[in-house]
């Protein structure tokens, strides 16, 4: 679906506020800080910007960021987990303006972190702006998960491939999905005003991943380190534009 001028300024303005989050959890995001803590700090940004979660209740989620450790790949629940020197953390979140919808991730390190980490996460992130490079109106929509994937595999990791990227608009989850990888068709063609969610997940280890008891952690199912970086982004005339960054 294409959007307006005005429900992208909506859009904008929902992804100031999940920009916002990011830099207010990632300032708290120390040794000794629990992933309950880190939570607390992004409703607190939530509601100064008279802003929803669009994360709170989905499907029965009870938090408003997906706080996922080291090995954890998305979803983890916020809770008792206290961030250790040399841990690394996804933080993943969304805010709803006016009806419509901002969502986005990173992963950093907390405090000194091991340089096969620190590479891992340049790689993750360098990923993800290869892809959005490839959304540039006439580009084919499966451009952007080859991109990804030659990025994270050239560096010797895998990709994860059952949680994929989306488009986004008045719902957080919208059709068509953006796989992370090259599905083996080039998919439908891009267009000015199409929104998307594009967020790979890379593994050190192998792609595979096992959901935990709680029902949503997922994790490596080699315990090997994961990291998630994710923007949405409008099609424009002028190429891309990443809505979910601090102007």
């Known amino acids: 679906m294409r959007r307006d001028k005005d429900e992208?300024?909506?859009?904008r303005r929902a992804g100031r506020v999940v920009a916002e989050m990011h830099h207010a959890t990632r300032a708290a995001a120390k040794p000794g800080v629990t992933t309950a803590e880190l939570d607390r700090v992004a409703r607190d940004v939530l509601e100064r910007r008279h802003a929803r979660s669009n994360f709170l209740n989905y499907h029965g989620?009870?938090?408003v960021i997906c706080a996922s450790p080291n090995d954890m790949i998305v979803h983890g629940i916020p809770g008792d987990y206290r961030l250790e020197e040399g841990d690394i953390?996804?933080?993943d979140c969304g805010a709803i303006v006016e009806g419509y919808h901002g969502d986005a991730a990173f992963t950093m390190g907390v405090g000194q972190i091991s340089p096969d980490a620190e590479k891992l996460l340049r790689v993750t992130e360098d990923s993800l702006w290869a892809g959005i490079e490839q959304m540039v109106a006439g580009?084919?929509?499966h451009d952007i998960g080859l991109a990804v994937q030659t990025v994270a595999e050239g560096a010797g990791y895998s990709v994860v491939r059952?949680?994929?990227?989306?488009?986004?608009?008045?719902?957080?989850?919208e059709d068509p999905q953006v796989p992370n990888y090259w599905p083996g068709t080039p998919g439908p063609k891009l267009k000015e005003g199409m929104v998307f969610a594009v967020e790979p997940m890379v593994n050190v280890g192998g792609?595979?991943?096992?959901?935990?008891?709680?029902?949503w952690g997922v994790v490596t199912a080699d315990g090997s380190l994961s990291a998630h970086f994710e923007h949405t982004i409008v099609v424009t005339d002028d190429g891309p534009e990443v809505l979910t960054v601090a102007n």
């Open 162 to 173: 059952e949680y994929v990227g989306h488009a986004i608009g008045t719902r957080m989850h």
């Open 207 to 215: 792609p595979e991943t096992r959901t935990l008891p709680d029902g």
């Open 89 to 91: 953390i996804s933080i």
């Open 8 to 11: 992208i300024d909506k859009m």
């Open 139 to 141: 580009h084919r929509l």
């Open 61 to 63: 989620f009870p938090a």
